[in-house]
């Protein structure tokens, strides 16, 4: 059971937006600490798509966009494309683990 | 070009030992920490430990502490994860990634490393 809560899967037809939940606690989310997304094409290293709750790294597609509030987090998708298709992840930190980063359980896209 | 390359696929037998590394290129390696993450077949990332190569700072997850050893050599900008003695359920893909600080995200990830344990 991981520390951060993500649905198993969403999906979408192409052009639509759809977002992705990220739930923690009082001791991760929301106590502060950022929130940063990752993008996981089959048979591929995941790829950090935002950082610090809504910052796009270089050549992420502004398609993609984060927020924060409270104890949540949300990943955005505009204009949803096939090449989408991938598993997305969030991550924090949590202090009371010791220094620990924590990653939620992973939401798999599918794009209709 | 910054990156991290790690070290090819294993495939070992229950008891062994074995040590995967992780290579930094292109950045001052002991100015960041790097992290080991396992994904198991078909599962999510879970977070291993952290290693911060300037003064061997080691911060282990809870699940893992006991179980790995993580370490690096910064004259030769590497770091490790290692075990005394392999189990099947170890079997998993494991990554490196690049951290500014244990708060901050990993932007940017090795290739992995394929582990498979089988008798």
């Known amino acids: 059971q991981s520390v951060l809560t993500q649905p198993p899967s969403v999906s979408g037809a192409p052009g639509q937006r759809v977002t992705i939940s990220c739930t923690g606690s009082s001791s991760n989310i929301g106590a502060g600490y950022d929130v940063h997304w990752y993008q996981q094409l089959p048979g591929t290293a995941p790829k950090l798509l935002i950082y610090g709750n809504n910052n796009r790294p270089s050549g992420v597609p502004d398609r993609f966009s984060g927020s924060k509030s409270g104890t949540s987090a949300s990943l955005a998708i505009t204009g949803l494309q096939a090449e989408d298709e991938a598993d997305y992840y969030c991550q924090s930190y949590d202090s009371s683990l010791s220094g620990s980063v924590v990653f939620g359980g992973g939401t798999k896209l599918t794009v209709l | 070009e910054v990156q991290l390359v790690q070290s090819g696929a294993e495939v070992k037998k229950p008891g062994e030992s074995l040590k995967i590394s992780c290579k930094g290129f292109?950045?001052?390696?002991?100015?960041?920490?790097i992290g080991w993450v396992r994904q198991m077949p078909g599962k999510g990332l879970e977070w291993m430990g952290i290693i911060y190569p300037g003064d061997s700072d080691t911060r282990y997850s809870p699940s893992f502490q006991g179980q790995v050893t993580i370490s690096a050599d910064k004259s030769i900008s590497t770091a490790y994860l290692q075990w005394s003695s392999l189990k099947a359920s170890d079997t998993a893909m494991y990554y490196c990634?690049?951290?500014?600080?244990?708060?901050?995200?990993?932007?940017?990830w090795g290739q992995g490393t394929m582990v498979t344990v089988s008798s």
């Open positions: 990634a690049r951290q500014a600080t244990p708060g901050h995200a990993f932007d940017i």
């Open positions: 292109g950045y001052r390696f002991t100015s960041f920490w």
